[in-house]
Nanobody
Framework: QVQLVENGGGLVQPGGALRLSCTAS????????MAWYRQAPGKQRELLAIISRVSTTNYADSVKGRFTISRDNAKNKIYLEMNSLKPEDTAVYSC?????????WGRGTQVTVSS
């Protein structure tokens, strides 16, 4: 069993920056891959970035060059640094973790990009 809790969402102006974090607890030694997703109202959930335990990363084209995923295994955390934010980035951002048996989801944190 793994629990995931996101933090760092909020209101930011266009062009601004925000840093999200996700803290894992429970059977954290079973986690290999972790990722960030987002879901805007009326749209399907979108995979943004994924990171392996050895820090291999992959990004969606929509955020490549603007967002950076990172991992601190000692603290059982992943981060998403978001720069040059646009109104279309407004969504609920959720943390995901994968083990050999199961996948786990956080409950999400709201990011709103608006003046």
């Amino acid at each position: 069993q793994v629990q995931l809790v996101e933090n760092g969402g909020g209101l930011v102006q266009p062009g601004g920056a925000l840093r999200l974090s996700c803290t894992a607890s429970g059977s954290v030694s079973d986690i290999y891959n972790m990722a960030w997703y987002r879901q805007a109202p009326g749209k399907q959930r979108e995979l943004l970035a994924i990171i392996s335990r050895v820090s291999t990363t992959n990004y969606a084209d929509s955020v490549k060059g603007r967002f950076t995923i990172s991992r601190d295994n000692a603290k059982n955390k992943i981060y998403l640094e978001m720069n040059s934010l646009k109104p279309e980035d407004t969504a609920v951002y959720s943390c995901w973790a994968g083990t050999v048996r199961d996948v786990y989801w956080g409950r999400g944190t709201q990011v709103t990009v608006s003046s």
